[in-house]
């Protein structure tokens, strides 16, 4: 049995796996002993150069305490007494579990919760799929604790058979092939059987679980798979190690963590051993107790849509011809003239001044801005051909630049960060609602003013809504999208694009937060290293971006076809055919007329000057009609004075 201890100890039990590389050449795993005193103590007296940690019935107790340890009768003792510390971390064990009459309980009694390990305290902390557990007893006690199932889930086990029925010959016991049959070896043929790291993943069936999303997973219209990241990468993985699988959509709509502990979703149909992996999550300190997670294969952030920034143009359009200071310039250059017009044409002339020549002088210059022709007195023709040349001139670049700037679109501005849109109060923000995901957690955890703000803000709306959201979004103004960047790019690809070069939405260039997804498997699951090598090999050689491409083009063609069918059936009250217009209008190269809003101004001075003409010329007519009843009235108000004879007539009379 010793030599037969020796060589499992010493022989790695994978070739390359992660547990070999812990090891290192000398295999200098800390030994774990479970068993009666007897055996404890023969192994000890063996191999007293190996740190060693003794429990009496479980690999798990409730607490790490010095009744675990070897005294310090023993060299090489895990714990120094005075300082109340361990020498090192034994970041690999090998467990070596004796038989005795109480062998059959349970080695990890708690995991089935999948907190059995993550939790206790240092030195039974360690991840149980890091430690190689040794069997040692007779072949039908080992057959029968390796169909427990708390040693089912276990990576790396091997049992030495002491006695055997058949043959007194000591024997080596594993589990090879799928489903796992346990096989025997002898000592010279265990070193030529040795397993690669990645058998454990040939000829076996799976169970996926996914979201109902068409980011993990595309069906055609029969309802079988064809695309999809998740899916590729199941498919990919699968057909290389020669395995198969079932996927399902079991659970995915709720992933939240009950009151009692217990978990929906993904999680919970890993943690009940109803599926082996599932696409896909993102780690987080309440899901990390429950579930192993790979190497993230995409980085999915959280971002926000909105709709194109509306074009319009201004109505005072004509005014941007010109900067402020160039109208102040040519204003004062009319005002500064009409004076020296005046005077050309009165004082030196010694004409009487009177309304006519104050007119003509201002109409001159006017009419020169305005290249209208006009009958210029002899005297002021100098000037006017001075003024008519800077006329001329100032036109000349007026007329140049006015169609530019009386076309010239002015662009809103649309929010493409959290801070904009959260002062950006006149936006509606609509958040679909995924119970337990990574963004519903950041909300309801965030202390964050800013982010607070926002979500008093938000309409929740349910995943079935997202493509009616996202197609409101585009067509609506002043509306916010949340949603996943590059689920968003999918119903985008699918619903809203209806010419591959035109995107009716913008994506927000600050995410609100960015999160790492990988695949979970149930915690200390034996497929975690294996699935998360593959993981990391896939991304870094490009292949879940080419899988994403691919799934963008099966989407888009969809939804291109669909918008055509729309737009030849003329079904106006779906939004699909206002999509439909937004892209015409967009990608329309046609000559466009002038609208009455491109003569704003002009029509604006029109308006006024007819008015302001209308009360003069009432003012005209009325103004002399009451001038006339006025003098009536007061001929009629007229007073006669009789004259008083004179004194002195009177007295000569």
Known sequence: MCSLVSLVLTTSIRSESDLEVIQGPHSSCTQKLVGSSNEVNFFVNIYPAIPKIITSKSLTPSSASDLNHLGSKWINNLRIPPLKIYKHSPHCENALIFESTNNLLPLYPSFKSAQLRSLLQFPFNINPQFIHHIFIGKEGWIRKIFQQEDVKILHYKTGIATENSNNSTSLILEERG??????????????????????????????????????????DRNGNPIGGMGYNFVKTFTEYYNSTFDLSHEGAKNNKQMSNGSWNGLLGSLIDSRADIAIWLGNTETRSPYADFTTPAINLPLVF???LPRASVTWYGILFVFSKEVWVCIALSIVSVIPVYYFKIVVENHSHTGTEFLYLSIILPVCAILQEARNIPVQARGLSGLFLFYAIIVGTFFNSNLISFLTLPVLEHAPETPDELWKMLEYDIRYLYYPGAACDLFFSQTKSPMFMDIKKRMKYTPPSSATHSMMETAVMPKMAQLHYDLAGHIIVAENLTFHPAFVPVKMSRTPILDIPIGFVLRKYSQFTETVSYNVGKLQ?????????????????????????EVKTEERREELGYKVVELTEDAMSATTKPFTLVHFGLMFCCLVCGLSLGLACFLVEIFAPYSHKKSKIVMNRSMLFVKRTPNCNELNKG
């Open 540 to 564: 870094n050689t490009g292949h879940f971006k080419k899988w994403f491409d691919q799934t963008l083009d099966i989407v888009r063609g969809r939804g291109i076809s669909w918008l055509k």
């Open 305 to 307: 849509f909105t709709s």
């Open 178 to 219: 799928f489903p796992p049959k346990l096989t025997s070896f002898k000592a010279d043929q265990y070193l030529k059987e040795q397993q690669d790291r990645f058998d454990i993943l040939r000829q076996r069936h799976f169970n996926i679980n996914s979201f109902h999303l068409k980011l993990q997973v595309v069906r």
